[in-house]
């Protein structure tokens, strides 16, 4: 299968190499391109969040790759990648995990 990316993942990509080093960014690229034989490596998303969605994701080097695959098209389409750090259930589904508990504690 060809990979395409998004141009936010392309420019997420860039800073992690900007930011990790090549070798970061090396793995990173490469567990990519192993999606092209394997394109269902990657975790099913909706198992994990229980929400109906046609990503699936990889965790690498401390970042999440989230992708789809058209099998129609015969394309696995990387369309985003966050730092596990960033609270991507949010960003990509509107998902909040915080408590209020813990939005009172830190005060965020």
Same mark, same amino acid.
């Given at each position: $299968?060809?990979?395409?990316?998004? *141009?936010?993942? @392309?420019?997420?990509? /860039? ?7 090549? /070798?970061? !960014?090396?793995?990173?690229? %490469? %567990?990519?391109?192993?999606? %092209? @034989? $394997? *394109?269902?490596?990657?975790?099913? @998303? ?5 929400? *109906?969605?046609? !990503?699936?994701c =990889?965790?690498? =080097? /401390?970042? #999440?790759? +989230? #992708?789809?695959?058209?099998? &129609?098209?015969?394309?696995? !389409?990387?369309?985003?990648v +966050? &730092?596990?750090?960033?609270? +991507?259930? &949010?960003? $990509? +589904?509107? @998902? &909040? ?7 009172? !504690?830190?005060?965020?």
């Amino acid at each position: $299968m060809k990979i395409k990316y998004s *141009p936010d993942a @392309v420019d997420k990509l /860039k800073d992690i190499k900007t930011v990790y080093g090549c /070798k970061t !960014y090396q793995k990173i690229r %490469s %567990s990519i391109q192993e999606l %092209s @034989v $394997m *394109p269902k490596k990657g975790a099913l @998303v909706e198992d994990y969040i229980g929400i *109906p969605n046609p !990503y699936r994701c =990889l965790h690498i =080097l /401390k970042h #999440y790759i +989230f #992708y789809r695959i058209d099998k &129609n098209k015969k394309l696995i !389409y990387i369309t985003e990648v +966050f &730092n596990e750090r960033e609270d +991507f259930l &949010n960003a $990509m +589904f509107g @998902v &909040n995990l915080r408590t209020q508990e813990s939005v009172e !504690y830190w005060g965020d």
